[in-house]
């Protein structure tokens, strides 16, 4: 029967393959053939010609077919269908009237926040992390993973590092030690190079067995609204990335969300790859999702109107609400359709209508995998097709299928409670996203650079805030422009995770004291204590102890530090031999005499100047 289907398409070149195809390829075949998509056989040279090519072109539809819920035929027909929908103008949120989420406020360290705090740190060992980095970051143009480039410049920590410290330093805190599990979704594109960092780093301190590593497959991409696959010469598709939605299906399928469960941990949070101050918020975050009941909290700021991160609403219609992020191409239209004719601008406190999805959330782990079971994982799917011109016929290039982790609510009913934790931003949300000439546009049009140097700049701010909090008196410098983008001189205050993960913890070791602001001061270490410390002019002090060395440091310090040193052309230019975490920030640090004390042995130690 296959192949009398096949001689009625009349394709030679398939019907001269037919009889050396396995039955499994022959079935895949006939499938893709009854889904329309004969073409990918049709240019065929005869056998005997690019046999190798041909093999390797079926085993890459066969995987994706395997990896794909309901194989290639289910993503044909989903694109067709989503295709038409965008065709037809479709509006995915007919029927809703967007409405304020339940938030909590906690852009202040007030009282309340402290409890959460409290509450939060009270479960560091019923915390796992996932961290979504499957994505190239384009938008970056940075050749490399982006886990690997450094967060700050002075001891240049990378993501990946900084993110495995705070990990460490929260299973130090728990009573009973136990590893905190850490997935890492990556892709074709990022997953070699994670894997090589892990093992280069000796998995930064982390047990093997606590870290998961998740891969996303790629999907392929479609030519036009028929759902055609689209290739690249004759025996290859065009793939492209499904989007941060595949974690679900992932951490269901590969069984590690059943696992973990069942190991009792009781809260996911899920973060993105270039978001520094993720864990500034943790502690916080997960307090509030205990004392709310929370089985979904998305961390959110308060959105600039038109910034590219989405808004939170509940959206209210159609027999139901859900608390759901509206992704920021959709906002607008849904505002000027519902409640704003003016669509997405500003209110009185010069802020979007809705708060911003730093896309951090904290997923109850009972909920979670109640709702994978029932779903498998899988997250409403989207298109956005960028068409050739207004009849929208053709695509301007192939488009693909794609989810978003933040979906997930979507899944849910009416019994799950979905809520919003609104930070201050640059406690909560400082994303690496933009290459410098795009950070400098966004800034100059009034919008958030979220560039190399703003993450760096709030990497500091958040190390000044502690110590402001545990009242050392911090003097904050001017803010300079850096090839158009701001950054603020300084204090650079790097308060590692192992020193202080919440801001009593920082209060606890920290008294007095006053920092200049052009000064620097970095704390690594358990068991140090700062009193009265007095940095003045562009002076440095960097503090590193190991476990068991209890150091208390005094006085009055006074040295060169570091300087700010601008890069120039040259050096910003391909081949300059500067590597590209500077290029991408335009400066680089200059030790000119910071006082350094490393202590790594146990023992009592005092500093005094
Ligand atoms: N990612 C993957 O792991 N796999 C993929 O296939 C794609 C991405 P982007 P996006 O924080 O500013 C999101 O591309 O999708 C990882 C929210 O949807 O940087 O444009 C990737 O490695 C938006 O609401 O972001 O927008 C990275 O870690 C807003 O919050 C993460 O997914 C916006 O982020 C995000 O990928 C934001």
Excluded at 246 to 257: E, K
Excluded at 501 to 524: D, M, P, Y
């Amino acid at each position: 029967m296959q192949r009398e289907f096949l001689n009625k398409t009349e394709c030679a070149a398939l019907a001269a393959h037919w009889e050396s195809l396995a039955a499994a390829q022959q079935e895949l075949v006939s499938t893709l053939v009854a889904c329309g998509q004969i073409h990918l056989f049709a240019g065929w040279d005869p056998p005997g010609t690019h046999d190798e090519d041909k093999a390797s072109f079926l085993a890459a539809l066969a995987k994706i077919d395997g990896s794909y819920p309901g194989g290639l035929a289910g993503y044909i027909a989903n694109a067709r269908r989503l295709l038409a929908e965008a065709k037809a103008g479709k509006n995915p949120f007919e029927g809703f009237v967007p409405e304020q989420p339940d938030t909590v406020d906690l852009t202040s360290f007030n009282d309340a926040f402290e409890r959460y705090e409290a509450l939060g740190a009270g479960k560091f060992d019923k915390v796992g992390i996932v961290l979504v980095a499957g994505g190239l970051g384009e938008r970056l143009g940075y050749n490399g993973i982006k886990l690997d480039i450094a967060v700050e410049v002075l001891e240049s920590t990378t993501y990946l590092k900084h993110y495995a410290d705070n990990l460490l330093a929260m299973q130090a805190r728990s009573a009973s030690g136990r590893p905190v599990p850490f997935v890492i979704m990556v892709s074709q594109d990022t997953g070699p190079k994670t894997i090589e960092s892990l093992e280069a780093n000796d998995y930064f301190g982390l047990d093997r067995e606590q870290v998961h590593v998740l891969r996303q497959e790629l999907v392929p991409a479609i030519a036009d609204n028929d759902g055609t696959l689209a290739l690249e010469g004759k025996y290859e598709l065009v793939l492209k990335p499904h989007g941060h939605g595949d974690i679900h299906m992932l951490l269901h399928t590969s069984g590690v969300a059943g696992k973990l469960h069942a190991e009792g941990i009781e809260y996911l949070m899920f973060i993105q790859d270039t978001n520094g101050p993720n864990f500034n918020t943790m502690p916080a975050a997960i307090g509030v999702s205990v004392e709310h009941g929370y089985d979904f909290n998305s961390l959110a700021i308060n959105r600039v109107p038109g910034e590219a991160v989405g808004g939170l609403a509940r959206l209210v219609g159609n027999g139901r609400e859900m608390t759901i992020n509206v992704e920021y191409n959709q906002l607008d239209p849904l505002l000027r359709a519902t409640v704003s004719p003016e669509g997405d601008v500003a209110n009185e406190h010069g802020f979007s209508m809705f708060p911003g999805n730093c896309n951090t959330l904290v997923v109850r782990m009972d909920t979670y995998v109640r709702i994978l079971r029932q779903s498998q994982g899988i997250i409403a799917e989207f298109v956005n097709p960028k068409y050739a011109d207004g009849t929208k016929s053709a695509f301007k290039k192939p488009t693909r299928l794609e989810t978003m982790m933040q979906d997930l609510p979507k899944l849910f009913g009416p019994e799950e409670k979905v809520g919003v934790t609104i930070f201050e931003r640059s406690w909560s949300f400082s994303p690496n996203k933009n290459n410098v000439a795009d950070a400098a546009a966004k800034v100059a049009a009034g919008g958030p650079a979220d560039a190399g140097a703003t993450a760096e700049n709030d990497f500091y701010a958040a190390g000044r805030a502690r110590l402001r909090v545990a009242g050392m008196r911090v003097e904050e410098a001017e803010e300079v422009k850096i090839l158009g983008v701001p950054f603020t001189l300084g204090p650079k205050a790097i308060l590692r995770p192992s020193f202080a993960l919440t801001l009593a913890e920082g209060r606890a070791k920290v008294s007095g004291g006053s920092i200049s602001g052009e000064a620097t001061l970095i704390v690594e270490g358990r068991d140090i204590r700062l009193e009265g410390v007095e940095l003045s002019g562009s002076s440095a002090l960097v503090v590193k102890a190991c476990d068991g060395a209890k150091v208390v440091v005094r006085g009055a310090f006074r040295n060169a530090g570091f300087e700010l040193v601008r890069l120039t052309d040259a050096e910003r230019a391909a081949g300059s031999g500067v590597p590209e975490y500077l290029k991408i920030r335009g400066y680089r640090f200059e030790n000119r005499g910071a006082a350094v004390y490393e202590f790594d042995q146990p023992g009592e130690y005092t500093v005094e100047e």
